[in-house]
């Protein structure tokens, strides 16, 4: 099967009682069982269930598995959100006096979870650069872990999934890998030797920006030692250790779980997924061709300038996502440049229908240090674009009317 059929039919058969042709939304915050023996089986593990929605729930199980099986996992838990997502895998794994070695430039909320587990005692390292060699040398006793995202967001470097998934395994740690900007349709790490795929859903996967979610999937050929993972001591479960404890310790204990609505209506936009984001690179890249065209410094993993394309265009099969940067000199210009966008919409994430816009200095990275915003590649006249999927020519229209508007001040202002 291929992936739209797979997307489609996949996991999907009508409902057997009703003939329903959608995943059935469970709107329920627990669910009764007939006898007390049934619920001591289920709770022993003994017999298949559901008991109360934080715990499992069938709309966000049908889920889960429709993502593992996109992503060729061994299982997949979901979360309330993509930070959700991120803090509970990582903590799934690391303790105090553990270390992380991370890219630089990773998502924001990202960035700044991992400096906040510094006050547990847990370290964080960046490497300077996302080459595979540029991480070795900052592999101690106490990493853990490697944490990459497959394209920096708004940075666009690229990570080499395969060589990082060689120098972790040569150390004996796991690669976790945020594949929210590629999605499983442009890039499958577990294939490139990944052990853990990280995504936020609600972007590109749920693709109309109508629900928060996020999900951790497992990929089932790291063992995860008791010796070297303390905390798989009660979870010695071999390669399902990792979801067995993500599931049961994170998002039932800590309580990260997703909502069965969200769900329900990430599942619906997931059907498209692949259309979308045809639809969606091919847009990205004429818009990045076409802005270069006209002179302006343009970063785009799809144009033959940017330092990873060729990776880029081998690990993501040809295509290379929704994002690009735009600098347009000074701060003032990039404001007056987003103002002037028609259809563009000034708003913080990515991965909607329609086109996204951001100045990123003075929002997402508003607190961040200059050396955090340095690593990120974030300057003061840098504008994030997200493009979505309108019709080509109106978006080229309405990117060079703006350019041309946000060349001077206007006499008023
Ligand atoms: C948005 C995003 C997140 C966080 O996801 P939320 O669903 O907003 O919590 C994490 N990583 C990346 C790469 C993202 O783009």
Same mark, same amino acid.
């Given at each position: /099967?291929?992936?739209?059929?797979?997307?489609?039919?996949?996991?999907? $058969?009508?409902?057997?009682?009703?003939?329903?042709?959608?995943?059935?939304?469970?709107?329920?915050?627990?669910?009764?069982?007939?006898?007390?023996?049934?619920?001591?089986?289920?709770?022993?593990?003994?017999?298949?269930?559901?008991?109360?929605?934080?715990?499992? +729930?069938?709309?966000?199980?049908?889920?889960?598995?429709?993502?593992?099986?996109?992503? *060729?996992?061994?299982?997949?838990?979901?979360? =309330?959100?993509? /930070?959700?997502?991120?803090?509970?895998?990582?903590?799934?794994?690391?303790?105090?006096?553990?270390?992380?070695?991370?890219?630089?430039?990773?998502? *924001?909320?990202?960035?700044?979870?991992?400096?906040?587990?510094?006050?547990?005692?847990?370290?964080?390292?960046? $490497?300077?650069?996302?080459?595979?060699? =540029?991480?070795?040398?900052?592999?101690?006793?106490?990493?853990? %872990?490697?944490?990459?995202?497959?394209?920096?967001?708004?940075?666009?470097?690229?990570?080499?999934?395969?060589?990082?998934?060689?120098?972790?395994?040569?150390?004996?740690?796991?690669?976790?890998?945020?594949?929210?900007?590629?999605?499983?349709?442009?890039?499958?790490?577990?294939?490139?030797? &990944?052990?853990?795929? !990280?995504?936020?859903?609600?972007?590109?996967?749920?693709?109309?920006?109508?629900?928060?979610?996020?999900?951790?999937?497992?990929? *089932?050929?790291?063992?995860?030692? =008791?010796?070297?993972?303390?905390?798989?001591?009660?979870?010695?479960?071999?390669?399902?250790?990792?979801?067995?404890?993500?599931?049961?310790?994170?998002?039932?204990?800590? *309580?990260?779980?997703?909502?069965?609505? +969200?769900?329900?209506?990430?599942?619906?936009?997931?059907?498209?997924?692949?259309?979308? /984001?045809?639809? !969606?690179?091919?847009?990205?890249?004429?818009? &990045?061709?076409?802005?270069?065209?006209?002179?302006?410094?343009?970063?785009?993993?799809?144009?033959?300038?940017?330092?990873?394309?060729?990776?880029?265009?081998?690990?993501?099969?040809?295509?290379?996502?929704?994002?690009?940067?735009?600098?347009?000199?000074?701060?003032?210009?990039?404001?007056?440049?987003?103002?002037? %966008?028609?259809?563009?919409?000034?708003?913080?994430?990515?991965?909607? =229908?329609?086109?996204?816009?951001?100045?990123? &200095?003075?929002?997402?990275?508003?607190?961040?240090?200059?050396?955090?915003?340095?690593?990120?590649?974030?300057?003061?006249?840098?504008?994030?674009?997200?493009?979505?999927?309108?019709?080509?020519?109106?978006?080229?229209?309405?990117?060079?009317? $703006?350019?041309?508007?946000?060349?001077?001040?206007?006499?008023?202002?």
């Amino acid at each position: /099967m291929r992936f739209t059929t797979q997307l489609l039919h996949g996991r999907f $058969a009508p409902d057997a009682a009703t003939g329903c042709v959608t995943q059935p939304l469970y709107q329920t915050s627990a669910f009764c069982q007939q006898t007390a023996e049934d619920m001591e089986k289920i709770f022993a593990g003994r017999k298949p269930g559901f008991v109360y929605t934080r715990v499992g +729930n069938p709309t966000i199980a049908a889920f889960e598995q429709r993502i593992n099986a996109l992503e *060729g996992g061994i299982g997949a838990v979901a979360c =309330a959100s993509g /930070m959700a997502a991120v803090t509970q895998a990582v903590l799934n794994v690391v303790q105090t006096g553990d270390e992380i070695l991370a890219s630089g430039g990773l998502y *924001g909320g990202t960035s700044s979870i991992f400096r906040d587990l510094g006050s547990y005692g847990i370290g964080v390292r960046y $490497a300077p650069s996302n080459e595979p060699a =540029a991480f070795e040398p900052l592999i101690t006793e106490q990493t853990k %872990l490697i944490y990459v995202e497959t394209i920096g967001n708004p940075k666009l470097d690229v990570a080499d999934i395969q060589g990082l998934a060689d120098v972790a395994h040569a150390h004996g740690i796991p690669l976790f890998v945020d594949n929210t900007v590629t999605t499983p349709y442009l890039c499958r790490p577990f294939a490139l030797g &990944a052990d853990v795929v !990280i995504h936020s859903t609600s972007k590109a996967l749920n693709g109309n920006g109508n629900s928060i979610g996020g999900i951790v999937v497992s990929g *089932g050929r790291f063992k995860w030692s =008791a010796e070297q993972f303390p905390k798989f001591r009660e979870f010695s479960f071999g390669p399902m250790s990792f979801v067995v404890r993500m599931r049961q310790r994170m998002v039932t204990d800590y *309580g990260g779980c997703m909502a069965p609505f +969200n769900a329900y209506l990430t599942g619906i936009g997931l059907d498209t997924l692949a259309l979308r /984001m045809d639809r !969606i690179c091919d847009n990205a890249k004429r818009l &990045a061709e076409d802005l270069a065209g006209r002179g302006y410094v343009v970063n785009y993993p799809g144009l033959p300038g940017h330092p990873q394309h060729a990776l880029a265009k081998a690990q993501f099969g040809g295509r290379y996502g929704a994002m690009l940067t735009l600098r347009l000199g000074t701060k003032e210009r990039a404001f007056r440049f987003i103002n002037s %966008l028609h259809y563009a919409l000034n708003v913080s994430n990515i991965g909607d =229908a329609r086109t996204l816009v951001i100045h990123p &200095a003075s929002t997402i990275f508003i607190h961040s240090r200059g050396e955090e915003k340095a690593n990120a590649g974030v300057t003061d006249d840098l504008v994030r674009i997200n493009v979505g999927l309108e019709d080509f020519e109106d978006l080229q229209e309405d990117f060079a009317q $703006a350019l041309e508007a946000s060349k001077e001040p206007s006499p008023e202002a």
